[in-house]
């Protein structure tokens, strides 16, 4: 009698949660890596922006760039400035990103670019979001905690400019995106971007693509109820 061919186990759906903020760089670049796995998996996993803030003391109108790079690296910013921002130049094109940071005139507090995203997630936009808002501040130098431009973006992607210039001028959500920033420090996650796929594994920095796969394709064999 012959046997019966086993079938073969269906992958599990995957759930990304990618904890990053809108002024670092490093976010975009592994969000990007990111993206270079999960768009060769299928199912696709599901991604959900997590608010992070790399600096939460940042006054909410802003502040000069040059003087807070001053205030944090020095007058003369080190080697290990030099270095970073070198290796992300040259890596940036290849992840079609093209930094420009000499553009940048405002580091803004990102409090608002947060309550933005929650906003564009709630209505399936989420991607073309954080695009828009890496784009504008890390290639164009624009002040995403500038309300006009965080009201273009959200007409750019397709939400109501009107409704959304309302509840950025009012508090909806800021108490969430606070509670949400602390409970992924409370997680231990101390820096950006970290990924953590169906609540199980992370992938922290901006790992190559070839590290999201592996984990993209464990996480998809591992039942999180178990």
């Given at each position: 009698?012959?046997?019966?061919?086993?079938?073969?186990?269906?992958?599990?759906?995957?759930?990304?949660?990618?904890?990053?903020?809108?002024?670092?760089?490093?976010?975009?670049?592994?969000?990007?890596?990111?993206?270079?796995?999960?768009?060769?998996?299928?199912?696709?996993?599901?991604?959900?922006?997590?608010?992070?803030?790399?600096?939460?003391?940042?006054?909410?109108?802003?502040?000069?760039?040059?003087?807070?790079?001053?205030?944090?690296?020095?007058?003369?910013?080190?080697?290990?400035?030099?270095?970073?921002?070198?290796?992300?130049?040259?890596?940036?094109?290849?992840?079609?990103?093209?930094?420009?940071?000499?553009?940048?005139?405002?580091?803004?507090?990102?409090?608002?670019?947060?309550?933005?995203?929650?906003?564009?997630?709630?209505?399936?936009?989420?991607?073309?979001?954080?695009?828009?808002?890496?784009?504008?501040?890390?290639?164009?130098?624009?002040?995403?905690?500038?309300?006009?431009?965080?009201?273009?973006?959200?007409?750019?992607?397709?939400?109501?400019?009107?409704?959304?210039?309302?509840?950025?001028?009012?508090?909806?959500?800021?108490?969430?995106?606070?509670?949400?920033?602390?409970f992924f420090r409370g997680l231990g996650v101390s820096g950006v971007p970290?990924?953590?796929?169906?609540?199980?594994?992370?992938?922290?920095?901006?790992?190559?693509?070839?590290?999201?796969?592996?984990?993209?394709?464990?996480?998809?064999?591992?039942?999180?109820?178990?």
């Amino acid at each position: 009698m012959a046997k019966r061919k086993s079938k073969k186990a269906q992958p599990l759906p995957v759930e990304v949660d990618i904890v990053s903020d809108f002024v670092c760089p490093w976010c975009w670049l592994g969000f990007k890596y990111y993206l270079q796995a999960a768009g060769k998996t299928k199912p696709r996993p599901k991604l959900t922006f997590r608010p992070y803030m790399l600096d939460p003391n940042v006054p909410e109108g802003g502040a000069d760039y040059k003087d807070y790079m001053k205030a944090k690296f020095g007058d003369k910013p080190g080697s290990q400035w030099k270095a970073m921002r070198e290796h992300l130049e040259t890596a940036g094109p290849a992840a079609g990103i093209s930094f420009d940071f000499n553009a940048v005139k405002r580091r803004p507090n990102t409090m608002d670019a947060h309550r933005l995203m929650k906003w564009a997630q709630g209505q399936d936009l989420g991607f073309d979001c954080a695009e828009k808002l890496f784009t504008a501040y890390m290639e164009q130098g624009e002040d995403i905690g500038d309300h006009d431009i965080l009201v273009r973006i959200a007409g750019d992607i397709g939400m109501d400019e009107e409704i959304t210039r309302d509840l950025l001028e009012g508090d909806k959500d800021k108490v969430e995106i606070q509670n949400e920033v602390l409970f992924f420090r409370g997680l231990g996650v101390s820096g950006v971007p970290t990924f953590i796929y169906n609540g199980q594994y992370a992938v922290q920095g901006a790992q190559p693509s070839d590290q999201h796969r592996n984990v993209i394709a464990e996480a998809a064999q591992s039942d999180p109820n178990n």
